[in-house]
C-alpha cells in the first residue's frame, strides 16, 4: 500500500469517529474502508507503525476493540505537505493544505537555514522575487550580477578581498602593443553542460559584447594558436584586462542564444550551475568539473518569498530578531546608492525652470520627511550627498516655492522592487502640494535600461550597487546599455568618454571616478538620494559568510562547521 492511499484510508477512519477514541470492531472498520476484515488487519497494523493511532484488538466474539488517535487528518496534511515543500514541490504543497498560503509560508520558513542532507551540505536563503534573467548579455540587476559571478567566468576577474586584477578563464595575459592583447587561456575547461570550452565559445562571446558602447574599441577577436586568444584594438588600451573582469564580457557557449529558456537556465563554466529556477525556487549546486577549488557547500536553494524584504541577507525569514552585533561585521553603506536619473533631452528637466524645480523640491531630506518608514521594513536609508558614500558633489540649491505649471510629471522605477513604490508615493505627495500630478509607470529591468518609452519619461527612480570598491567600479554602470547617455545631453557625455579613453591610454594614470560624479550631478543629471546598509548574517555554523560590496556572499568559498561532542 502506498503511503498517499495509508493516508486516505486514514482520514476515513479519521472523519468516521470524528477523530475520538472509541470501541469498535473489525467489521465497522471494513466497512469505513471498504476493504476485507483480513486487510483491515494490516492497514491498522501499519498505521500504528506510523505512530497514527493506536489498535488493540479485542480477544473473544462480541467483544470490541479499542481505537485511539494520536494524529489528526489535519496534522497528516500537514506532514504530507511539509514532505513535498522538502522537495520544492510548493504548487502541490499548496493544494495539500487546501490553498492556504499561511500555512506554506510557515512550513517554507521550517526548511529555511543550513541543513544536511544525504551527506550534503545545503544553504537555503530567502528572496522576495524570482529570478527572471540570469544572462550576463542582457540588462541584470543587483543580485543577479552577484548570482553571475557564480555561475559564469570570465577571461580575468577582480580578487574580492586584494581589489586585483587575476586570472580567470585566462591564466596570463600580455599586451603586445598597447592596441594588440594576447591571452592563454586554461585547459580542458568544461560548461556545465559537459562540453569543452573552445576559442570560439570565447570569440562568439566577444563579439557580442564588442557591440556594447565601452567595448566599441574592439577591432577583432582571432585565435592564432590552440588556447590562445588574441584581441585587436582601434585604441590604446592599458586597461583591457580590467574592462574583461566585466560582468557583459562571461564567457557563454557559442550556442547560447539557440538555447531553449537561456535566461532562466544559463549555462557558463563557474562553480555552481542552474539546477532549478522558476517563480519560487533557484537551486544552484556546486559543479564538481570546476576547473578551479570546487565548492565547499553542495548546493545553494533561494526560496522566494514574496512578502519576504530584508537589507541584509539571513538564511531565515525571522527578521525579528536581528542584531547589529550578529551581522557581519562588513555590514556597510551600499557601495552606490538610490538615485534619480532626470530625461535631459525630451523630458521636462530639460527645461531649466523644471530642473531647478526638481533638484529642490526632490532633495532627499524632503523625500525622508514624509517617507513613512514601516512601510520599507528594515531598509535604513541614510541621505546620499554623492552616488558613493563619502562623496560630496550635492550643492545647495535655492529653494524653488511653486511648479513652472500644473501638469503630470512621469516617473518609471523597476518592477518588484521593496522600497521604490513607497519612495514614489512620497514624491507623488510632494508633486501633489504644488498641483503637479504624478504618473508611476513599474518596468522591467530590461525596459529601462534598453530605453523603451524613453520619449514619454520625465524621471527615472533607480539604484546602482557597484560590484567592488576600486575606483574605475563605476565604470560599467556609466556605460550601462547607454541608459545614461540616451537621457543626457551628447556633448556632456562626449566629455566624460573623453576623460575615460584618455585613461585608458594612460598606463600610470588615475580613473577620474571624483569627477566624473560630480559633474553628473552638478549638472542636475542625476540627483543622489539614499545610502542604505547591506550585509550578510554570519551568526550560526556557516564558516566564511563575509559580505561583499554588493550584499551577498562568495558562495564557493563558504562551508559549515559540524557540531563534534568533545
Not at 563557474?270 to 549546486?285: H, P, S, T, W
Not at 518569498?305 to 525569514?317: E, G, I, R, V
Amino acid at each position: 500500500m502506498t503511503g498517499q492511499r495509508l493516508k486516505l484510508q486514514f482520514q476515513r477512519l479519521y472523519n468516521h469517529f470524528s477523530g475520538e477514541d472509541s470501541e469498535t470492531n473489525l467489521q465497522v472498520i471494513a466497512e469505513v474502508l471498504f476493504c476485507t476484515r483480513r486487510n483491515v488487519r494490516m492497514v491498522m497494523n501499519k498505521m500504528v507503525e506510523k505512530g497514527w493511532i493506536d489498535w488493540e484488538p479485542a480477544v473473544g466474539r462480541g467483544k470490541k476493540s479499542r481505537l485511539k488517535f494520536h494524529s489528526s487528518d489535519s496534522e497528516l496534511q500537514v506532514l504530507h505537505a511539509r514532505k513535498l515543500v522538502a522537495e520544492g514541490k510548493l504548487e502541490p504543497a499548496l493544494a495539500a493544505l487546501d490553498h492556504n498560503a499561511d500555512k506554506l509560508v510557515l512550513l517554507i520558513q521550517e526548511q529555511l537555514g543550513v541543513t544536511t542532507q544525504k551527506g550534503k551540505q545545503i544553504v537555503r536563503l530567502p528572496y522576495y522575487r524570482p529570478f527572471n534573467n540570469i544572462n550576463p548579455l542582457l540588462p541584470l540587476r543587483r543580485s543577479e550580477q552577484h548570482l553571475v559571478r557564480q555561475i559564469f567566468n570570465g577571461l580575468t576577474r577582480i580578487n574580492e578581498e586584494k581589489e586585483e586584477v587575476e586570472g580567470d578563464l585566462a591564466h596570463h595575459w600580455e599586451a603586445l602593443t598597447p592596441r594588440h592583447w594576447r591571452f592563454y587561456i586554461r585547459p580542458a575547461v568544461r560548461f556545465h553542460d559537459g562540453k569543452l570550452l573552445e576559442s570560439k565559445d570565447i570569440i562568439s562571446t566577444l563579439e557580442q559584447v564588442k557591440t556594447h558602447r565601452l567595448f566599441k574599441h574592439i577591432k577583432g577577436i582571432d585565435s592564432p594558436f590552440l588556447n590562445v586568444i588574441d584581441i585587436h584594438l582601434s585604441k590604446d588600451d592599458f586597461r583591457l584586462a580590467d574592462l574583461l573582469t566585466n560582468i557583459l564580457a562571461m564567457i557563454q557557449p557559442s550556442d547560447a542564444l539557440q538555447r531553449p529558456d537561456y535566461k532562466l537556465y544559463p549555462v557558463g563554466t563557474g562553480a555552481y550551475k542552474v539546477a532549478m529556477n522558476d517563480k519560487q525556487r533557484l537551486k544552484l549546486e556546486a559543479f564538481d568539473q570546476y576547473f578551479g577549488l570546487r565548492a565547499l557547500i553542495d548546493m545553494v536553494d533561494i526560496w522566494i518569498l514574496s512578502d519576504f524584504t530584508a537589507c541584509y541577507l539571513k538564511p531565515t525569514t525571522d527578521v525579528n530578531t536581528f542584531e547589529l552585533t550578529n551581522v557581519s561585521s562588513r555590514l556597510k553603506l551600499d557601495e552606490g546608492c538610490n538615485y534619480l536619473l532626470f530625461n535631459r533631452n525630451c523630458g521636462l528637466a530639460n527645461n531649466r525652470e523644471w530642473a531647478e524645480y526638481f533638484q529642490s523640491r526632490l532633495a532627499p531630506i524632503n523625500i525622508l520627511r514624509l517617507l513613512e518608514l514601516e512601510k520599507i521594513g528594515d531598509f535604513r536609508l541614510n541621505n546620499a550627498y554623492g552616488l558613493l558614500p563619502g562623496w560630496m558633489h550635492v550643492l545647495s540649491v535655492p529653494v524653488v516655492e511653486s511648479a513652472p505649471t500644473k501638469r503630470t510629471v512621469t516617473l518609471a522605477y523597476p518592477q518588484e522592487h521593496p522600497v521604490y513604490p513607497h519612495v514614489a508615493e512620497t514624491i507623488g505627495k510632494l508633486f501633489a502640494e504644488d498641483g503637479v500630478k504624478l504618473k508611476v509607470i513599474e518596468q522591467t529591468s530590461t525596459d529601462i535600461l534598453l530605453g523603451k518609452h524613453t520619449d514619454k519619461i520625465d524621471i527615472w527612480l533607480g539604484g546602482m550597487s557597484l560590484s567592488n570598491y576600486r575606483n574605475d567600479a563605476i565604470l560599467p554602470w556609466i556605460y550601462n546599455f547607454g541608459h545614461i547617455s540616451r537621457v543626457m545631453p551628447k556633448e556632456e557625455f562626449d566629455t566624460i568618454e573623453r576623460d575615460i579613453m584618455a585613461w585608458r591610454a594612460d598606463k600610470d594614470g588615475e580613473f577620474p571616478a571624483q569627477q566624473i560624479g560630480t559633474k553628473l550631478v552638478h549638472s542636475g543629471q542625476i540627483l543622489p538620494l539614499f545610502h542604505n546598509w547591506l550585509g550578510v548574517d554570519s551568526s550560526g555554523t556557516i564558516q566564511g559568510m563575509t559580505s561583499n560590496s554588493m550584499g551577498w556572499f562568495d558562495f564557493k568559498s563558504v562551508w559549515m562547521r559540524p557540531e563534534l561532542d568533545e
